[in-house]
């Protein structure tokens, strides 16, 4: 895995310089730090030369930190800092294009880098969009919810998904009962979650799994997909999930896949 930290010394970046740290310590791979020096922001207040100067050499200080963080994290990691001067956004597309990573990773004032990358981007801290359905037990990817939150300091958008495609006129009854089970499978996450200390949003939607998913994720800024892996009983969740990592080139936000449990 390839990941790109756009460092600002802040401590949202410093949370999401961990979090990448702690992904990779997982998976594998190599780390970028790239950190900005934006003269610009200085031509409407005035500023002198003493004070870019001693801005720029704030900066050189944050990438110095960033380095004691990886060493005492990481220190077999494989990661290069870097430090440039310029228009932000502009410098880490540059980077991104050149590189081509797995992910990035920003922190708020990045934000609209979502919609600029080709590569999917996490904001820390941001919203984790968690879908769930009528076919699924909320409860068994809890840990794994709770740890992606609290590493990243976000809140969770919980989205009940009701397939109304795969019913007809005369099913109405039926969907109705797949409607209310969604429901309450999205009450007993948001329940789980809050008892754990997250803020939660909650959402249902209708239609398509995976359009719904992505359509929701637009709406609500999200900054990372938790989705099940796999089931033994057919699930339109788990199709979404295939589609989803299978559309790289159509999404703009990582999906993360979670083990799947079966209601009992």
């Not at 797995?102 to 880098?113: E, H, I, M, T």
């Not at 969770?156 to 797949?178: A, D, W």
């Not at 995976?210 to 796999?230: F, M, Q, T, Y």
Request: proline content about 6%.
């Amino acid at each position: 895995m390839k990941i790109i930290v756009a460092y600002d010394g802040t401590l949202h970046a410093k949370k999401a310089l961990k979090y990448g740290i702690h992904k990779l310590l997982k998976t594998g791979g190599d780390m970028t730090v790239l950190q900005i020096f934006d003269s610009s922001l200085f031509v409407d207040y005035d500023a002198g030369p003493r004070a870019v100067e001693l801005a720029r050499a704030e900066t050189a200080r944050q990438l110095e930190e960033a380095k004691k963080i990886v060493s005492e994290n990481a220190p077999d990691m494989q990661a290069r800092f870097l430090a440039d001067e310029g228009n932000a956004l502009e410098k880490i597309a540059a980077l991104v294009s050149a590189d081509r990573p797995d992910l990035v990773l920003a922190p708020p004032r990045y934000k609209d880098l979502a919609a600029s990358l080709s590569c999917p981007v996490t904001i820390v801290p941001g919203t984790i969009l968690v879908p769930v359905d009528n076919t699924g037990s909320p409860a068994a990817n809890i840990d794994g919810i709770v740890h992606e939150a609290t590493a990243t300091g976000s809140k969770v958008l919980v989205l009940g998904v009701v397939p109304v495609h795969l019913y007809s006129r005369e099913e109405r009854k039926e969907l109705e009962r797949v409607r209310k089970e969604t429901a309450s499978s999205v009450n007993e996450l948001k329940r789980m979650l809050s008892a754990k200390g997250i803020d939660t949003l909650d959402a249902i939607r209708s239609g398509y799994p995976d359009e719904e998913i992505l359509k929701a994720a637009g709406e609500h800024r999200v900054s990372l997909i938790l989705l099940p892996s796999g089931s033994t009983t057919p699930s339109e969740l788990t199709k979404a999930a295939a589609i989803l990592m299978d559309e790289t080139e159509q999404r703009k936000w990582p999906v993360f896949l979670l083990p799947y449990a079966e209601v009992r």
